[in-house]
Structures are given as C-alpha cells and as structure tokens.
C-alpha cells in the first residue's frame, strides 16, 4: 500500500537553529499537508500546498515557516529559527484532491523535533 | 466553520467490554467525517469515514461509526475490545469539493485493561 514517508523520525535541535523536516508524499497525490502535534494536545493544521503554492495556511504558520516542493518528489517544511514552543511531532500528510467526494488524507508516521 | 468535540480524553474499558468513544461536529455544510487512530509512536491510520452514504460505517479492526445528523454525533464503537486497541483516537471533520483540509478533535485515549 502507497505510503507518506518522513525523515527524520527525530531531530533534537538547539533554539535558534534551522531544521528542514522532510516528506515524501504518494507519487499521484496533488495535495499536501503539514500538521503538528504537542506532546499531548490534538493535531494541528499547519498548512496545505498544492500546484506550488500554499492554498491555506493557520496562525501558527507564521514567519519562520516555510514549505517547498523542491524536486517534485520531496515536500519540505523549515523552521528557519526554531523556539522552545517548536518541539512538537510534524506530520505530513497528501491526499488525492478531487472536485468531489471526500479528501482522504494519508499521514506519514512524523517527525519529532525537540528543541533544547 | 468546522469543527470537532471528543467527549472524554481518556476512555478505560475492560478486555471484552464495549468500546464507546464520543464524537460531535459542527458544521455548515454537510459534512464528512473520520476516525483516525494513533498507536504510541507511531503516526495516524485511517480507521474508517462518513461520506455521506451509508450513515452506518464500519471500519478496519471491527470498529464502526454511525452518523446521526440529528445528533450532530459520529460516535466510534466496537463490541468488544482487545488489549491491542489501546491508542489515541482522532475523530476528524472537512467537506467536499477539492482541497479541504482536515479538522481534528482534541482525541480520546483507550485503555484496555485485563
């Protein structure tokens, strides 16, 4: 079964450093995702990405965050200047997209970033 | 404006016993609606989804939802729960129509105890 992967698994950074957190969404996917989760709250909308560009993005998806889609492969989230508040799992997720019926995302299995 | 309430973070039921995890939406469009499932470490499965079908869903490892419109609910049961059940449980809200992002509840855990 076509799978969402994500690398790294975990990534301990220290505040003030970059980090790009990097995804691989299914190959005939055409929507792409980034959500977040603190250790212990819900999963958060992040920001969504399709034909090259942010269709939506929330109110965490400040400043210091940004999305590529370098090589047509690869789906990227950087923080250019990570903060305490920053450690969380980063989940990406892609779904097909369709002009109808429901939008099934598929999640990779995270990245843990912590942020010392 | 959508969104999700899970009634219960934390759920704990015994080996056997029915397994019942509470879900209400809101929403101004009719809606569609997810079940997900995290195992510890490890990231979110699909369990099962309303789509605006069949309003009696069943999903993978014997679960099932019903969507109650009436209710605004999308409860999760199974009838009988197994040690290997015990994860954390997202019920997730969108729409149709292209590109529609997934709105979480804030999640309930299951334990299942001997």
């Known amino acids: 079964e076509p799978e969402v992967t994500q690398t790294p698994s975990h990534q301990v950074t220290q505040m003030g450093q970059e980090v790009i957190l990097r995804c691989v969404p299914i190959s005939n996917h055409l929507y792409f995702y980034w959500y977040r989760q603190i250790l212990g709250q819900k999963v958060e909308f992040l920001v969504s990405f399709y034909n090259n560009e942010i269709s939506e993005k929330s109110e965490i998806f400040d400043d210091q965050f940004s999305v590529e889609r370098p090589d047509g492969s690869n789906f990227t989230l950087k923080i250019r200047s990570t903060k305490l508040e920053d450690s969380a799992m980063y989940f990406c997720?892609?779904?097909?997209?369709?002009?109808?019926?429901?939008?099934?995302?598929?999640f990779g299995a995270g990245s843990r970033l912590t942020v010392l | 404006a959508q969104s999700v309430t899970q009634l219960g973070s934390h759920v704990s039921v015994s080996e056997g016993a029915l397994v019942l995890l509470r879900c209400n939406y809101s929403s101004s469009v009719p809606p569609y609606l997810f079940w997900y499932v995290q195992y510890p470490n490890q990231g979110l499965q699909l369990l099962l989804k309303?789509?605006?079908?069949?309003?009696l869903v069943k999903g993978i490892n014997g679960f099932e939802a019903e969507f109650k419109k009436s209710e605004t609910s999308f409860h999760l049961t199974k009838p009988s729960a197994h040690m290997s059940d015990a994860a954390e449980y997202f019920c997730a809200v969108t729409r149709s129509g292209g590109y529609n992002k997934l709105i979480f509840g804030a999640g309930t855990r299951l334990a299942v105890h001997p």
């Open positions: 997720a892609s779904s097909e997209g369709s002009d109808s019926g429901a939008n099934v995302l598929t």
């Open positions: 309303y789509t605006s079908a069949a309003t």
